[in-house]
Protein backbone atom coordinates (compact mmCIF):
# COMPACT_ATOMS: atom_id res chain seq x y z
CA UNK A 1 0.00 0.00 0.00
CA UNK A 2 1.58 2.67 -1.29
CA UNK A 3 1.94 6.13 0.15
CA UNK A 4 1.98 9.11 -1.96
CA UNK A 5 4.70 11.67 -1.57
CA UNK A 6 4.51 14.88 -2.81
CA UNK A 7 7.60 17.42 -2.94
CA UNK A 8 9.12 20.17 -4.69
CA UNK A 9 11.84 19.72 -7.05
CA UNK A 10 15.51 18.79 -5.66
CA UNK A 11 16.76 21.83 -4.25
CA UNK A 12 13.75 24.16 -5.54
CA UNK A 13 13.45 24.83 -1.70
CA UNK A 14 11.24 27.15 -0.47
CA UNK A 15 7.74 27.50 -2.77
CA UNK A 16 6.11 24.05 -3.66
CA UNK A 17 8.36 22.44 -0.81
CA UNK A 18 6.21 23.95 1.85
CA UNK A 19 3.28 26.40 2.55
CA UNK A 20 5.27 26.31 5.91
CA UNK A 21 5.45 29.34 8.56
CA UNK A 22 5.99 29.10 12.12
CA UNK A 23 6.68 29.38 15.95
CA UNK A 24 9.29 29.07 18.14
CA UNK A 25 11.16 26.87 20.76
CA UNK A 26 14.68 25.92 20.58
CA UNK A 27 15.49 22.94 20.09
CA UNK A 28 18.45 20.81 21.62
CA UNK A 29 21.89 22.46 21.92
CA UNK A 30 24.72 21.62 20.55
CA UNK A 31 27.13 19.67 23.32
CA UNK A 32 30.83 21.35 23.27
CA UNK A 33 31.80 17.74 22.90
CA UNK A 34 30.00 16.99 19.52
CA UNK A 35 32.32 15.94 17.01
CA UNK A 36 30.09 17.30 14.37
CA UNK A 37 30.47 20.83 16.00
CA UNK A 38 34.15 20.96 15.79
CA UNK A 39 35.88 22.04 12.16
CA UNK A 40 34.92 24.64 9.52
CA UNK A 41 31.49 24.86 8.00
CA UNK A 42 33.19 25.26 4.51
CA UNK A 43 34.33 21.61 4.82
CA UNK A 44 31.43 19.78 5.73
CA UNK A 45 29.40 21.90 2.47
CA UNK A 46 32.29 20.72 0.13
CA UNK A 47 31.58 16.84 1.27
CA UNK A 48 28.27 17.72 0.88
CA UNK A 49 28.36 19.12 -2.49
CA UNK A 50 29.97 16.07 -3.41
CA UNK A 51 28.07 13.25 -1.98
CA UNK A 52 24.74 15.28 -3.52
CA UNK A 53 26.75 14.81 -7.02
CA UNK A 54 27.07 11.51 -6.48
CA UNK A 55 22.90 11.07 -5.75
CA UNK A 56 24.49 9.88 -2.05
CA UNK A 57 21.59 11.76 -0.31
CA UNK A 58 22.22 10.43 2.74
CA UNK A 59 26.06 11.51 3.15
CA UNK A 60 24.90 14.80 1.49
CA UNK A 61 22.16 15.32 4.43
CA UNK A 62 24.37 14.34 6.96
CA UNK A 63 27.30 16.81 6.06
CA UNK A 64 25.94 19.84 5.53
CA UNK A 65 23.71 19.03 9.07
CA UNK A 66 27.38 19.03 10.56
CA UNK A 67 27.99 22.15 8.36
CA UNK A 68 24.99 23.78 10.12
CA UNK A 69 25.67 22.59 13.39
CA UNK A 70 29.68 24.57 12.67
CA UNK A 71 28.19 27.63 11.93
CA UNK A 72 26.37 30.29 13.19
CA UNK A 73 24.43 31.31 9.54
CA UNK A 74 21.09 30.76 9.61
CA UNK A 75 21.05 30.36 5.85
CA UNK A 76 23.02 26.90 5.91
CA UNK A 77 20.78 25.76 8.46
CA UNK A 78 17.79 26.71 6.08
CA UNK A 79 19.81 25.04 3.00
CA UNK A 80 20.49 21.64 5.53
CA UNK A 81 16.98 21.20 6.27
CA UNK A 82 15.29 21.78 2.47
CA UNK A 83 18.43 19.83 0.88
CA UNK A 84 17.39 16.90 3.53
CA UNK A 85 13.53 17.13 3.26
CA UNK A 86 13.58 17.08 -0.59
CA UNK A 87 15.58 14.22 -0.59
CA UNK A 88 13.52 12.31 1.57
CA UNK A 89 16.47 12.22 4.30
CA UNK A 90 13.65 12.92 7.20
CA UNK A 91 15.75 12.24 10.21
CA UNK A 92 18.36 14.46 9.44
CA UNK A 93 15.58 17.04 7.84
CA UNK A 94 14.32 17.04 11.95
CA UNK A 95 18.25 17.44 13.11
CA UNK A 96 18.83 20.60 10.66
CA UNK A 97 15.49 22.26 11.49
CA UNK A 98 16.26 21.95 15.25
CA UNK A 99 19.54 23.80 14.35
CA UNK A 100 17.29 26.41 12.46
CA UNK A 101 15.05 26.81 15.27
CA UNK A 102 18.45 27.05 17.96
CA UNK A 103 19.61 29.65 15.45
CA UNK A 104 16.05 31.71 14.80
CA UNK A 105 13.69 30.38 17.12
CA UNK A 106 10.61 32.60 15.26
CA UNK A 107 11.22 31.03 11.78
CA UNK A 108 8.07 30.07 10.06
CA UNK A 109 9.33 27.64 7.74
CA UNK A 110 12.08 25.79 10.35
CA UNK A 111 9.09 24.91 12.98
CA UNK A 112 7.06 23.59 9.17
CA UNK A 113 9.50 21.47 8.25
CA UNK A 114 10.38 20.22 11.61
CA UNK A 115 6.55 19.75 12.31
CA UNK A 116 6.12 17.98 9.19
CA UNK A 117 9.37 15.32 8.89
CA UNK A 118 8.16 14.62 12.86
CA UNK A 119 4.71 13.82 11.57
CA UNK A 120 6.24 11.97 8.57
CA UNK A 121 8.24 9.92 11.27
CA UNK A 122 5.52 9.27 13.43
CA UNK A 123 7.14 11.24 16.30
CA UNK A 124 3.50 12.72 16.77
CA UNK A 125 4.40 14.45 20.17
CA UNK A 126 7.09 16.80 18.12
CA UNK A 127 4.67 17.47 15.52
CA UNK A 128 1.98 18.16 17.82
CA UNK A 129 4.49 20.63 19.69
CA UNK A 130 5.56 22.60 16.18
CA UNK A 131 1.88 22.78 14.78
CA UNK A 132 0.34 24.32 17.83
CA UNK A 133 3.31 26.61 17.95
CA UNK A 134 2.32 27.30 14.51
CA UNK A 135 -1.97 27.78 15.35
CA UNK A 136 -0.76 30.16 18.26
CA UNK A 137 1.87 32.50 16.35
CA UNK A 138 1.62 32.50 12.84
CA UNK A 139 -2.07 32.83 11.81
CA UNK A 140 -4.65 36.08 12.32
CA UNK A 141 -6.25 32.95 14.33
CA UNK A 142 -6.29 29.66 15.35
CA UNK A 143 -9.13 29.31 12.91
CA UNK A 144 -7.41 30.59 10.10
CA UNK A 145 -4.33 28.39 10.86
CA UNK A 146 -6.67 24.94 11.09
CA UNK A 147 -8.20 26.23 7.21
CA UNK A 148 -4.75 26.19 6.02
CA UNK A 149 -3.33 23.20 7.42
CA UNK A 150 -5.90 21.21 6.83
CA UNK A 151 -5.81 20.83 2.90
CA UNK A 152 -1.61 20.39 3.42
CA UNK A 153 -1.25 18.36 5.90
CA UNK A 154 -3.72 15.76 5.07
CA UNK A 155 -1.31 14.19 2.37
CA UNK A 156 2.05 14.17 4.24
CA UNK A 157 1.59 11.40 6.62
CA UNK A 158 -0.67 8.36 7.46
CA UNK A 159 -4.05 9.27 7.44
CA UNK A 160 -4.29 7.68 11.11
CA UNK A 161 -1.46 10.17 12.06
CA UNK A 162 -2.63 12.88 10.40
CA UNK A 163 -6.48 12.14 12.19
CA UNK A 164 -4.23 11.95 15.64
CA UNK A 165 -2.77 15.15 15.16
CA UNK A 166 -5.96 17.09 14.57
CA UNK A 167 -7.56 15.55 17.50
CA UNK A 168 -4.67 17.06 20.02
CA UNK A 169 -4.70 20.29 17.98
CA UNK A 170 -8.33 20.76 18.15
CA UNK A 171 -8.44 19.60 22.00
CA UNK A 172 -5.95 22.46 22.41
CA UNK A 173 -8.76 24.93 20.80
CA UNK A 174 -11.88 23.34 22.38
CA UNK A 175 -14.10 26.43 20.88
CA UNK A 176 -12.91 26.77 17.42
CA UNK A 177 -15.26 24.79 14.68
CA UNK A 178 -12.62 24.79 12.57
CA UNK A 179 -10.41 23.03 14.47
CA UNK A 180 -13.26 19.99 14.73
CA UNK A 181 -13.27 20.46 10.92
CA UNK A 182 -10.23 20.17 10.51
CA UNK A 183 -10.36 16.47 12.70
CA UNK A 184 -13.85 15.11 11.23
CA UNK A 185 -12.05 15.60 7.61
CA UNK A 186 -8.87 13.84 9.24
CA UNK A 187 -10.73 11.16 10.91
CA UNK A 188 -13.25 10.45 7.31
CA UNK A 189 -9.74 10.09 6.04
CA UNK A 190 -8.47 7.65 8.38
CA UNK A 191 -12.10 5.33 8.21
CA UNK A 192 -12.95 6.46 11.69
CA UNK A 193 -15.99 7.50 10.29
CA UNK A 194 -17.99 7.59 14.08
CA UNK A 195 -15.31 10.34 15.47
CA UNK A 196 -15.57 12.00 11.60
CA UNK A 197 -19.19 12.01 12.56
CA UNK A 198 -18.72 13.28 15.97
CA UNK A 199 -16.39 16.08 15.21
CA UNK A 200 -18.55 17.28 12.32
CA UNK A 201 -21.45 17.31 14.42
CA UNK A 202 -19.62 19.98 17.06
CA UNK A 203 -18.37 22.25 14.25
CA UNK A 204 -21.86 22.56 12.59
CA UNK A 205 -23.23 23.20 16.91
CA UNK A 206 -20.14 25.76 16.85
CA UNK A 207 -20.64 27.44 13.75
CA UNK A 208 -24.36 26.64 12.79
CA UNK A 209 -24.35 28.92 9.46
CA UNK A 210 -20.91 27.79 8.41
CA UNK A 211 -21.63 25.41 4.71
CA UNK A 212 -18.83 23.47 4.94
CA UNK A 213 -18.96 21.84 8.17
CA UNK A 214 -22.66 21.06 7.13
CA UNK A 215 -21.65 19.46 3.87
CA UNK A 216 -18.63 17.54 5.86
CA UNK A 217 -21.65 16.08 8.30
CA UNK A 218 -23.35 14.97 5.29
CA UNK A 219 -20.03 12.79 4.11
CA UNK A 220 -19.42 11.64 7.57
CA UNK A 221 -23.49 10.21 7.59
CA UNK A 222 -23.26 8.73 4.72
CA UNK A 223 -20.21 7.06 5.53
CA UNK A 224 -21.89 5.84 8.95
CA UNK A 225 -24.66 4.36 7.13
CA UNK A 226 -27.31 7.25 7.69
CA UNK A 227 -27.53 7.81 3.42
CA UNK A 228 -31.14 9.34 3.70
CA UNK A 229 -29.65 11.79 6.52
CA UNK A 230 -26.88 13.15 4.94
CA UNK A 231 -28.12 13.71 1.55
CA UNK A 232 -31.24 15.38 2.67
CA UNK A 233 -28.27 17.49 4.69
CA UNK A 234 -26.61 18.10 1.43
CA UNK A 235 -29.89 18.84 -0.65
CA UNK A 236 -30.69 21.45 1.29
CA UNK A 237 -27.45 23.38 1.02
CA UNK A 238 -27.78 22.73 -2.41
CA UNK A 239 -31.54 24.15 -2.71
CA UNK A 240 -30.68 27.33 -1.12
CA UNK A 241 -30.39 30.51 -2.74
CA UNK A 242 -26.60 31.62 -1.61
CA UNK A 243 -25.69 27.90 -2.77
CA UNK A 244 -22.85 27.95 -5.41
CA UNK A 245 -21.55 26.05 -8.11
CA UNK A 246 -19.10 23.50 -5.80
CA UNK A 247 -21.57 22.59 -3.53
CA UNK A 248 -24.04 21.37 -6.06
CA UNK A 249 -20.83 19.25 -7.66
CA UNK A 250 -20.07 17.49 -3.72
CA UNK A 251 -23.41 16.82 -3.81
CA UNK A 252 -23.50 15.07 -7.43
CA UNK A 253 -20.21 12.75 -6.37
CA UNK A 254 -22.52 11.59 -2.84
CA UNK A 255 -24.97 10.84 -5.24
CA UNK A 256 -23.06 8.70 -7.29
CA UNK A 257 -20.95 7.19 -4.83
CA UNK A 258 -24.28 6.16 -2.88
CA UNK A 259 -25.54 4.80 -6.36
CA UNK A 260 -28.19 7.65 -7.57
CA UNK A 261 -26.23 7.69 -10.65
CA UNK A 262 -29.16 9.38 -13.03
CA UNK A 263 -29.94 12.10 -10.30
CA UNK A 264 -26.24 12.85 -10.54
CA UNK A 265 -25.84 13.35 -13.78
CA UNK A 266 -29.05 15.28 -14.23
CA UNK A 267 -27.42 17.99 -11.93
CA UNK A 268 -24.08 17.63 -13.64
CA UNK A 269 -25.03 17.55 -17.31
CA UNK A 270 -25.92 21.56 -17.67
CA UNK A 271 -22.47 22.44 -16.41
CA UNK A 272 -20.77 19.27 -18.83
CA UNK A 273 -21.66 21.87 -22.06
CA UNK A 274 -22.78 25.26 -23.79
CA UNK A 275 -21.84 28.73 -22.38
CA UNK A 276 -20.77 27.24 -18.80
CA UNK A 277 -18.47 24.63 -19.12
CA UNK A 278 -17.15 23.57 -15.19
CA UNK A 279 -13.83 21.85 -15.31
CA UNK A 280 -15.11 19.49 -12.25
CA UNK A 281 -18.52 18.40 -13.51
CA UNK A 282 -17.02 16.76 -16.80
CA UNK A 283 -14.16 14.74 -15.10
CA UNK A 284 -16.95 13.95 -12.49
CA UNK A 285 -18.70 12.56 -15.28
CA UNK A 286 -15.69 10.92 -17.40
CA UNK A 287 -14.97 9.16 -14.09
CA UNK A 288 -18.39 7.64 -13.79
CA UNK A 289 -18.62 6.92 -17.54
CA UNK A 290 -15.08 5.23 -17.56
CA UNK A 291 -16.13 3.19 -13.93
CA UNK A 292 -19.50 2.32 -16.15
CA UNK A 293 -17.63 1.04 -19.00
CA UNK A 294 -19.06 3.22 -21.13
CA UNK A 295 -15.66 4.12 -22.60
CA UNK A 296 -16.75 6.14 -26.39
CA UNK A 297 -18.44 8.60 -23.75
CA UNK A 298 -15.99 8.86 -21.05
CA UNK A 299 -13.34 9.37 -23.47
CA UNK A 300 -15.75 12.36 -25.44
CA UNK A 301 -15.40 13.89 -21.50
CA UNK A 302 -12.08 13.84 -21.43
CA UNK A 303 -11.08 14.97 -24.54
CA UNK A 304 -13.66 18.09 -23.52
CA UNK A 305 -11.99 18.29 -20.34
CA UNK A 306 -8.77 18.46 -22.07
CA UNK A 307 -9.90 21.57 -24.39
CA UNK A 308 -10.45 23.86 -21.50
CA UNK A 309 -6.97 24.18 -20.31
CA UNK A 310 -7.56 23.04 -16.91
CA UNK A 311 -6.69 19.68 -15.39
CA UNK A 312 -4.87 18.91 -18.42
CA UNK A 313 -2.53 16.40 -17.16
CA UNK A 314 -5.55 14.53 -15.45
CA UNK A 315 -7.28 14.59 -18.71
CA UNK A 316 -4.53 12.55 -20.56
CA UNK A 317 -4.12 10.31 -18.15
CA UNK A 318 -7.53 9.01 -18.70
CA UNK A 319 -7.57 9.35 -22.16
CA UNK A 320 -4.20 6.98 -21.69
CA UNK A 321 -6.47 4.56 -19.54
CA UNK A 322 -9.50 4.76 -22.03
CA UNK A 323 -7.13 3.94 -25.24
CA UNK A 324 -5.75 1.47 -23.40
CA UNK A 325 -8.62 -0.68 -22.68
CA UNK A 326 -9.41 -0.30 -26.16
CA UNK A 327 -6.05 -2.07 -26.61
CA UNK A 328 -5.07 1.02 -28.74
CA UNK A 329 -1.46 0.68 -27.02
CA UNK A 330 0.30 3.59 -29.40
CA UNK A 331 -2.16 5.50 -28.71
CA UNK A 332 -1.96 5.16 -24.96
CA UNK A 333 1.89 5.54 -25.23
CA UNK A 334 1.34 9.21 -26.41
CA UNK A 335 -1.04 10.05 -23.85
CA UNK A 336 1.24 8.67 -21.09
CA UNK A 337 4.32 10.49 -22.49
CA UNK A 338 2.60 13.94 -22.35
CA UNK A 339 1.78 13.43 -18.55
CA UNK A 340 5.20 14.79 -17.56
CA UNK A 341 4.08 16.52 -14.58
CA UNK A 342 1.38 16.91 -11.81
CA UNK A 343 -0.18 14.63 -9.28
CA UNK A 344 -0.85 11.84 -12.49
CA UNK A 345 2.80 11.82 -13.52
CA UNK A 346 3.66 9.09 -11.60
CA UNK A 347 0.93 6.28 -12.42
CA UNK A 348 1.42 7.59 -16.14
CA UNK A 349 4.75 6.83 -16.83
CA UNK A 350 4.51 3.35 -14.80
CA UNK A 351 1.78 2.53 -17.19
CA UNK A 352 4.04 3.82 -20.23
CA UNK A 353 7.33 1.81 -18.71
CA UNK A 354 5.06 -1.20 -18.72
CA UNK A 355 3.90 -0.84 -22.06
CA UNK A 356 7.57 -0.08 -23.68
CA UNK A 357 8.47 -3.24 -21.46
CA UNK A 358 5.97 -5.39 -23.48
CA UNK A 359 7.02 -3.49 -26.99
CA UNK A 360 10.83 -3.28 -26.72
CA UNK A 361 11.70 -5.52 -23.73
CA UNK A 362 12.23 -5.20 -20.14
CA UNK A 363 15.39 -2.43 -20.11
CA UNK A 364 13.29 -0.16 -22.50
CA UNK A 365 10.82 -0.02 -19.32
CA UNK A 366 13.03 0.76 -16.88
CA UNK A 367 15.17 3.31 -18.56
CA UNK A 368 11.88 4.72 -18.87
CA UNK A 369 11.49 5.03 -15.34
CA UNK A 370 15.67 6.49 -14.90
CA UNK A 371 14.60 9.19 -17.21
CA UNK A 372 11.28 10.29 -15.45
CA UNK A 373 13.52 10.15 -12.34
CA UNK A 374 16.20 12.14 -13.81
CA UNK A 375 13.54 15.07 -14.85
CA UNK A 376 11.20 14.30 -11.37
CA UNK A 377 13.76 13.74 -8.99
CA UNK A 378 11.36 14.29 -6.20
CA UNK A 379 9.76 10.68 -7.28
CA UNK A 380 13.04 8.67 -6.18
CA UNK A 381 11.52 6.81 -4.35
CA UNK A 382 8.27 5.60 -6.16
CA UNK A 383 10.51 5.24 -9.13
CA UNK A 384 12.74 2.28 -7.18
CA UNK A 385 9.91 0.92 -6.47
CA UNK A 386 8.08 1.06 -9.79
CA UNK A 387 11.67 -0.39 -10.82
CA UNK A 388 11.23 -3.14 -8.85
CA UNK A 389 7.53 -3.90 -9.26
CA UNK A 390 8.16 -4.08 -13.22
CA UNK A 391 11.44 -6.75 -12.49
CA UNK A 392 8.96 -8.98 -10.19
CA UNK A 393 6.60 -9.04 -12.83
CA UNK A 394 8.96 -10.46 -14.84
CA UNK A 395 10.28 -12.99 -12.73
CA UNK A 396 13.42 -11.12 -11.98
CA UNK A 397 13.04 -11.23 -8.44
CA UNK A 398 16.66 -10.90 -8.09
CA UNK A 399 16.96 -7.99 -9.79
CA UNK A 400 13.89 -6.21 -7.93
CA UNK A 401 15.64 -6.82 -4.30
CA UNK A 402 18.39 -5.16 -5.52
CA UNK A 403 16.59 -2.48 -6.69
CA UNK A 404 14.70 -2.43 -3.25
CA UNK A 405 18.20 -2.87 -1.44
CA UNK A 406 19.66 0.14 -3.26
CA UNK A 407 16.51 2.47 -2.86
CA UNK A 408 16.59 2.15 0.87
CA UNK A 409 20.55 2.78 0.99
CA UNK A 410 19.32 6.11 -0.63
CA UNK A 411 15.99 6.48 1.17
CA UNK A 412 16.26 5.03 4.53
CA UNK A 413 13.68 7.07 6.10
CA UNK A 414 10.65 6.44 2.82
CA UNK A 415 8.12 3.86 4.79
CA UNK A 416 6.55 3.11 1.80
CA UNK A 417 9.15 2.23 0.24
CA UNK A 418 10.11 -0.60 3.21
CA UNK A 419 6.64 -1.41 2.85
CA UNK A 420 6.75 -2.03 -1.05
CA UNK A 421 9.66 -4.35 0.07
CA UNK A 422 7.87 -6.18 2.68
CA UNK A 423 5.13 -6.87 0.00
CA UNK A 424 7.77 -8.20 -2.17
CA UNK A 425 9.14 -10.10 0.29
CA UNK A 426 5.85 -11.99 0.95
CA UNK A 427 4.85 -12.59 -3.21
CA UNK A 428 8.17 -14.11 -3.27
CA UNK A 429 7.61 -16.82 -0.39
CA UNK A 430 10.23 -14.78 2.27
CA UNK A 431 7.89 -14.68 5.05
CA UNK A 432 10.20 -14.67 7.99
CA UNK A 433 11.95 -11.76 6.44
CA UNK A 434 8.64 -9.51 5.84
CA UNK A 435 7.94 -10.15 9.29
CA UNK A 436 11.21 -9.20 11.03
CA UNK A 437 11.00 -5.74 8.94
CA UNK A 438 7.80 -5.29 10.24
CA UNK A 439 8.82 -5.82 13.59
CA UNK A 440 12.05 -3.42 13.17
CA UNK A 441 9.13 -1.12 11.87
CA UNK A 442 7.20 -1.06 14.74
CA UNK A 443 10.17 -0.53 17.12
CA UNK A 444 10.41 2.68 15.28
CA UNK A 445 6.94 3.63 14.82
CA UNK A 446 4.74 2.14 17.94
CA UNK A 447 1.67 2.43 17.50
CA UNK A 448 1.46 2.92 13.76
CA UNK A 449 -1.84 1.60 12.06
CA UNK A 450 -0.77 0.14 9.23
CA UNK A 451 2.15 -1.55 10.44
CA UNK A 452 0.11 -2.67 12.84
CA UNK A 453 -2.30 -4.26 10.02
CA UNK A 454 0.29 -5.40 8.17
CA UNK A 455 2.17 -7.66 10.53
CA UNK A 456 -1.17 -8.60 11.91
CA UNK A 457 -1.82 -9.68 9.03
CA UNK A 458 1.06 -11.40 7.61
CA UNK A 459 0.83 -13.41 10.95
CA UNK A 460 -2.83 -14.52 10.35
CA UNK A 461 -2.24 -15.63 6.75
CA UNK A 462 1.31 -18.06 8.32
CA UNK A 463 -0.92 -19.22 10.79
CA UNK A 464 1.63 -17.82 13.37
CA UNK A 465 1.10 -16.13 16.73
CA UNK A 466 -2.22 -15.95 16.47
CA UNK A 467 -3.16 -14.34 19.45
CA UNK A 468 -0.08 -11.27 18.86
CA UNK A 469 -2.19 -10.64 15.28
CA UNK A 470 -5.61 -10.28 17.13
CA UNK A 471 -4.28 -8.08 19.22
CA UNK A 472 -2.61 -5.53 16.62
CA UNK A 473 -5.68 -5.81 14.37
CA UNK A 474 -7.69 -4.73 17.60
CA UNK A 475 -5.37 -2.06 17.71
CA UNK A 476 -5.34 -0.84 14.47
CA UNK A 477 -8.75 -1.18 14.19
CA UNK A 478 -9.49 1.05 17.52
CA UNK A 479 -7.59 3.92 15.19
CA UNK A 480 -9.51 3.14 11.79
CA UNK A 481 -12.29 0.95 12.59
CA UNK A 482 -13.64 1.09 9.27
CA UNK A 483 -10.94 0.41 7.35
CA UNK A 484 -11.59 -2.35 4.52
CA UNK A 485 -7.91 -3.83 4.48
CA UNK A 486 -8.24 -3.95 8.19
CA UNK A 487 -11.22 -5.31 8.54
CA UNK A 488 -10.19 -8.01 5.44
CA UNK A 489 -7.17 -9.22 8.05
CA UNK A 490 -9.44 -9.59 10.97
CA UNK A 491 -11.64 -11.39 8.88
CA UNK A 492 -8.93 -13.22 7.86
CA UNK A 493 -8.02 -14.11 11.50
CA UNK A 494 -11.03 -14.88 12.25
CA UNK A 495 -10.85 -17.43 9.18
CA UNK A 496 -7.75 -18.89 10.40
CA UNK A 497 -9.34 -19.47 14.17
CA UNK A 498 -12.01 -21.56 12.16
CA UNK A 499 -14.79 -18.62 13.40
CA UNK A 500 -15.98 -18.41 9.69
CA UNK A 501 -19.40 -16.56 10.45
CA UNK A 502 -17.82 -13.84 12.32
CA UNK A 503 -15.02 -14.05 9.72
CA UNK A 504 -17.57 -13.56 6.75
CA UNK A 505 -19.38 -10.49 9.13
CA UNK A 506 -16.03 -8.55 9.12
CA UNK A 507 -15.03 -9.09 5.20
CA UNK A 508 -18.46 -8.41 3.96
CA UNK A 509 -18.10 -4.74 5.74
CA UNK A 510 -14.51 -4.76 3.95
CA UNK A 511 -15.95 -5.57 0.71
CA UNK A 512 -18.88 -2.48 1.03
CA UNK A 513 -16.24 0.00 1.80
CA UNK A 514 -13.92 -1.13 -0.95
CA UNK A 515 -13.40 -3.11 -4.10
CA UNK A 516 -10.77 -5.28 -3.63
CA UNK A 517 -10.16 -8.71 -5.27
CA UNK A 518 -7.92 -9.93 -2.25
CA UNK A 519 -11.16 -9.37 0.05
CA UNK A 520 -13.60 -11.25 -2.87
CA UNK A 521 -11.37 -14.09 -2.78
CA UNK A 522 -11.46 -14.01 0.68
CA UNK A 523 -15.22 -13.74 1.30
CA UNK A 524 -15.50 -16.91 -1.22
CA UNK A 525 -12.98 -18.99 0.95
CA UNK A 526 -14.71 -18.02 4.18
CA UNK A 527 -17.92 -18.85 2.27
CA UNK A 528 -16.54 -22.06 0.93
CA UNK A 529 -15.56 -23.10 4.40
CA UNK A 530 -19.11 -22.91 5.55
CA UNK A 531 -20.51 -25.27 3.10
CA UNK A 532 -21.36 -22.37 0.77
CA UNK A 533 -19.65 -23.65 -2.43
CA UNK A 534 -22.21 -22.04 -4.79
CA UNK A 535 -22.07 -18.85 -3.33
CA UNK A 536 -18.46 -18.25 -3.14
CA UNK A 537 -17.84 -19.68 -6.99
CA UNK A 538 -20.42 -16.88 -7.75
CA UNK A 539 -18.33 -14.74 -5.43
CA UNK A 540 -15.36 -15.84 -7.41
CA UNK A 541 -16.99 -15.29 -11.11
CA UNK A 542 -18.32 -11.82 -10.30
CA UNK A 543 -14.78 -10.84 -8.92
CA UNK A 544 -13.09 -12.02 -12.00
CA UNK A 545 -15.41 -10.44 -14.32
CA UNK A 546 -14.39 -7.25 -12.89
CA UNK A 547 -11.09 -7.80 -12.70
CA UNK A 548 -10.39 -10.03 -15.73
CA UNK A 549 -6.69 -9.94 -15.56
CA UNK A 550 -6.16 -11.42 -11.83
CA UNK A 551 -4.74 -14.19 -12.08
CA UNK A 552 -5.06 -15.51 -8.43
CA UNK A 553 -9.19 -15.44 -9.29
CA UNK A 554 -8.87 -17.37 -11.76
CA UNK A 555 -6.76 -20.29 -10.56
CA UNK A 556 -9.35 -20.31 -7.86
CA UNK A 557 -12.43 -20.86 -9.53
CA UNK A 558 -10.80 -23.33 -11.93
CA UNK A 559 -9.97 -25.24 -8.76
CA UNK A 560 -13.41 -25.19 -7.05
CA UNK A 561 -15.34 -26.06 -10.11
CA UNK A 562 -17.72 -29.03 -9.50
Known sequence: MPIRICRAPALGLAAAALWFVTACAPGTGVRPDDPDAS????????????????????????????????SDDETIAEQATRLAFDHH???????????????????????????????????????????????????????????????????????????????????????????????????????????????????????????????????????????????AIARDLVTDPESDVSTLLEYALMLAATGHDEEARAMLTPYASGKTVIPGAVRTLGVMDLDAGNLESAGAHFENLLSTGTQSYEALYYLGVIAERRKEVDRAERYYSRVVAGDYSLPAQQRLARIKAEQSGLEAGLAQLDEFARAQPQFGPDVYAAKAALLSSKDDDRRAAQVYDEGLQRYPDVIDLRMNRVFFYERTGKQDAAIRELRELLS??????????????????????????????????????????????????????????????????????AADPEIDLHIGEVQWALGQQDAARGTWAAALEKDPDNDKLRERLERARP
Open 39 to 70: GPPEAAIEVAEKALAERDYPAAAKAYREAAQR
Open 89 to 231: QLREATRSAERWLQLNPTSENARRYAGVAALKLHRLDDAEQHFAGLLETVYISPAAGFLALSPVVSGEASAADVMELFRRLSVRHPDVAEGHFAYASAALRADNFAAAERAAETAVAKAPFWKPAKMLLARARIATGKEDDGL
Open 444 to 513: ERPGDAQLQNALGYTLADNDRNLDEARALLSAALKQSPDNAATLDSMGWLLHREGRHAEALEYLQRAAKS
